[in-house]
Antibody, heavy 119, light 106 residues
Framework: QMQLVQSGAEVKKPGASVKVSCKASGYTFTTYDMHWVRQAPGQGLEWMGIINPSGGSTSYAQKFQGRVTMTRDTSTSTVYMELSSLTSEDTAVYYC????????????WGQGTTVTVSS | IQLTQSPSSLSASVGDRVTITCRASQGISSYLAWYQQKPGKAPKLLIY???TLQSGVPSRFSGSGSGTDFTLTISSLQPEDFATYYCQQLKSYPLTFGGGTKVEIK
């Protein structure tokens, strides 16, 4: 069945970077875009950006421009989200989510990766 | 594009009809999705294109609207429907979510 499996929880110090992976299975990896969404403790959902696994093109929310990098490895059907210059405000659960054309939303989600930023 | 959901929370009983609204700061045609999220879980897609039910989602869920005003309706609330619901606009980047509506048991 279609699924996205994310890497495990991370604890980072302020100023560090984190790289979260999302491995896809059960469908053709390059056919669907991958979104990244985060959720701070007790807060709502925040869209971070999107990557097209076929060509590697990306679009990032302005809030994260310059700090986020989304990449993919087609040989392992895995996408990555790296966030740098971490602060406590980046403590959140990070989700990857699959989408086709935007109109159809995101129908398959990863289980989430908790990133904690603490000194 | 900003999305404003209302109410932010509501209390309802099993069997109640529940309506959640989502207003966009500018017209987004039908580029709107609704998600359900339970504590500790990833969001689940309920509706896309404002009114199309995602496969496998019970028919008690329905969506309507176009332009700037949208609604999610649960026709008869079931125990498993107590959760937080989010709308998301898919018209233009950055894709944005509403603030969420928490549906609690009365």
């Amino acid at each position: 069945q279609m699924q996205l499996v994310q890497s495990g929880a991370e604890v980072k110090k302020p100023g560090a970077s984190v790289k979260v992976s999302c491995k896809a299975s059960g469908y053709t990896f390059t056919t669907y875009d991958m979104h990244w969404v985060r959720q701070a403790p007790g807060q709502g959902l925040e869209w971070m950006g999107i990557i097209n696994p076929s060509g590697g093109s990306t679009s990032y929310a302005q809030k994260f421009q310059g700090r986020v990098t989304m990449t993919r490895d087609t040989s392992t059907s895995t996408v990555y989200m790296e966030l740098s210059s971490l602060t406590s405000e980046d403590t959140a659960v990070y989700y990857c989510a699959r989408g086709t054309t935007l109109y159809y939303g995101t129908d398959v989600w990863g289980q989430g990766t908790t990133v904690t930023v603490s000194s | 594009i900003q999305l404003t959901q209302s109410p932010s929370s509501l209390s309802a009983s099993v069997g109640d009809r529940v309506t959640i609204t989502c207003r966009a700061s500018q017209g987004i045609s039908s580029y709107l999705a609704w998600y359900q999220q339970k504590p500790g879980k990833a969001p689940k897609l309920l509706i896309y294109a404002a009114s199309t039910l995602q496969s496998g989602v019970p028919s008690r869920f329905s969506g309507s609207g176009s332009g700037t005003d949208f609604t999610l309706t649960i026709s008869s609330l079931q125990p498993e429907d107590f959760a937080t619901y989010y709308c998301q606009q898919l018209k233009s980047y950055p894709l944005t979510f509403g603030g969420g509506t928490k549906v609690e048991i009365k």
